[in-house]
């Protein structure tokens, strides 16, 4: 059975950080290119991340760059979404998904072949 699941979200005041995980069972995690994403209520899903699968090229959106870091760890079968001085537009469900391109480097919208069923993140005081 071929599974990602998110963990990690939660209610944290503003200027805080999480941590978000994304485990993967089913396949190996490794060869493949890993995007989050988040959806806040009323609000279309946008990206948030990319990370090839190797780890060596990562993008982000402009709104989260100098916040958030993504990583993650192929021996784990785990990638990361690190996230700092959160403020209360972040809040949304956060998702992880994976391309189905071996070796690949990006995340196209539209391209993510499986998904997670996310984590929901709460900024607030």
């Known amino acids: 059975q071929l599974q990602l699941v998110e963990s990690g979200g939660g209610l944290v005041q503003p200027g805080g950080s999480l941590r978000l995980s994304c485990a993967a069972s089913?396949?190996?995690?490794?060869?493949?290119?890993i995007g989050w994403f988040r959806q806040a209520p009323g609000k279309e899903r946008e990206g948030v991340s990319c990370?090839?699968?190797?780890?060596?090229?990562?993008n982000y959106a402009d709104s989260v760059k100098g916040r958030f870091t993504i990583s993650r760890d192929n021996a784990k079968n785990t990638v990361y979404l690190q996230m700092n001085s959160l403020e209360p537009e972040d809040t949304a469900v956060y998702y992880c998904?994976?391309?189905?391109?071996?070796?690949?480097?990006?995340?196209?919208?539209?391209?993510?072949?499986?998904w997670g069923k996310g984590t929901l993140v709460t900024v607030s005081s």
């Open positions: 089913g396949f190996t995690l490794e060869y493949y290119p």
């Open positions: 990370i090839s699968s190797t780890g060596s090229i990562t």
């Open positions: 998904a994976v391309r189905n391109h071996l070796y690949g480097s990006t995340c196209p919208p539209g391209g993510m072949t499986y």
